[in-house]
């Protein structure tokens, strides 16, 4: 009954991919944006990737040309398609949808998933 199901996250090694997937509830009207965000311990939580309503993407620096946004309307759900991870890719990651054009204070937020990558 949560709003957002996440599902993919897991312990790879460096070089390696993982591909993260979240859901919303058809309970969250009218969602304009989807994105994930990530924490890391001892940091704040930080922007990573989202896709709005008409599949303009947008990345953090720290993840374009690795990481890749994607959604799939009809199952109101979204993914995160990672590549060549890192070990500061290492975080809880969470996944958010917003009303808005941006990921917001206002949005929906996932209880998160672990991406763990070793060296």
């Known amino acids: 009954q949560v709003p957002l199901v996440e599902s993919g996250g897991g312990l790879v090694q460096a070089g390696g991919s993982l591909r993260l997937s979240c859901a919303a509830s058809?309970?969250?009207?009218?969602?304009?944006?989807m994105g994930w965000y990530r924490q890391a311990p001892g940091k704040q939580r930080e922007f990573v990737a989202r896709i709005t309503s008409s599949f303009i993407t947008s990345y953090a620096d720290s993840v374009k040309g690795r990481f890749t946004i994607s959604k799939d309307n009809a199952k109101n759900t979204v993914y995160l398609q990672m590549n060549s991870l890192k070990p500061d890719d290492t975080a809880v990651y969470y996944c958010?949808?917003?009303?808005?054009?941006?990921?917001?204070?206002?949005?929906?937020w996932g209880q998160g998933t672990q991406v763990t990558v070793s060296s």
């Open positions: 058809r309970s969250i009207f009218s969602i304009n944006t």
């Open positions: 958010a949808a917003d009303r808005g054009p941006f990921i917001s204070t206002n949005a929906y």
